[in-house]
């Protein structure tokens, strides 16, 4: 099967093959689905095996692999006004095509090997057809009553200005998309400065969630871990970065910037922290 099911605290965690992951809450009443990813795969046919409640859709921000899969469902989507125009690019027929390409030749970034990320039997022309899906705006303050799970709205702009994270009341997890991480690319037109992602750590920081979840790693993030993506942030300087080699932009030449000299080549290691920027940013 294209997509595995974990069932975790309180929720459900989908991967895929391209290492993305989407997160399912089910409450008494409605379900939550966090995210849709790239959607390669049958992704509402995976949530509907979970459940078959009401579903509420929600994309912590408006790149390709948080947001591909929102036309597979007839529900409306919820997504922060500053990125819908995001969304749009990133669903758009270029963008699909062009990751659909790179998914063919996956790499595994621990081993270095070359994988095929895409389901047997994938349709390349109906994918590309596929759009923003229906899309609802929202923003910090609003609250989603699942039945016995409630999940708030907090605006963490940083690696996109519309980006969001759900705060999950009841278990006290936070689910962050790519607001921040050991890798947070800051360098592309879409992300804010260095300040605005360091008020937004800080923000996440003082909420004191028992868990931060990522979209892309199976581990979740802790406070602490907070204080190392504060700090690999606030000592980031450009002019000592190792260059960065993006997959859909070459013309702002990104550098990571690491926290205690590190290179990327211990980016597994569990004390990395870097972020990834331009000269501008």
């Not at 270029?94 to 621990?110: F, G, L, T």
């Not at 009341?169 to 800051?186: H, P, R, Y």
């Not at 993006?246 to 597994?268: H, I, Q, W, Y």
Request: charged share 25%.
């Amino acid at each position: 099967m294209y997509y595995q099911v974990e069932k975790m605290n309180g929720y459900y965690r989908i991967g895929s093959p391209e290492s993305v992951y989407c997160y399912l809450i089910v409450g008494t009443e409605k379900a939550m689905l966090i995210d849709t990813g790239y959607c390669y795969g049958n992704l509402r046919e995976t949530v509907r095996q979970v459940t078959e409640k009401p579903l509420i859709i929600i994309n912590t921000h408006g790149h390709c692999d948080h947001a591909g899969g929102n036309a597979q469902f007839n529900e409306y989507c919820y997504i922060h006004e500053k990125d819908v125009e995001l969304c749009k690019e990133h669903t758009g027929r270029k963008m699909r095509m062009d990751n659909v390409k790179r998914a063919r030749h996956s790499i595994h970034y621990e081993t270095g090997e070359e994988y095929n990320a895409l389901p047997e039997g994938f349709d390349m022309e109906k994918y590309c057809q596929m759009d923003t899906g229906k899309l609802l705006s929202t923003k910090e303050g609003d609250v989603f009553e699942l039945g016995g799970a409630s999940i708030s709205v907090y605006e963490t702009p940083g690696h996109t200005k519309g980006s969001i994270s759900l705060l999950y009341q009841e278990k006290n997890i936070m689910f962050v998309g790519d607001a921040t991480g050991t890798f947070v690319w800051l360098f592309s037109y879409e992300a804010t400065d260095l300040k605005e992602y360091i008020r937004t750590v800080k923000k996440m920081y003082g909420l004191n969630a028992e868990e931060y979840i990522g979209g892309h790693n199976p581990v979740p993030m802790h406070k602490d871990d907070l204080k190392r993506y504060i700090q690999a942030a606030q000592e980031a300087d450009y002019s000592k970065g190792e260059p960065f080699e993006c997959f859909f932009s070459n013309e702002c030449k990104p550098r990571v910037c690491a926290l205690d000299g590190m290179t990327m080549a211990d980016m597994f290691r569990p004390e990395y922290a870097a972020v990834v920027i331009s000269e501008e940013k």
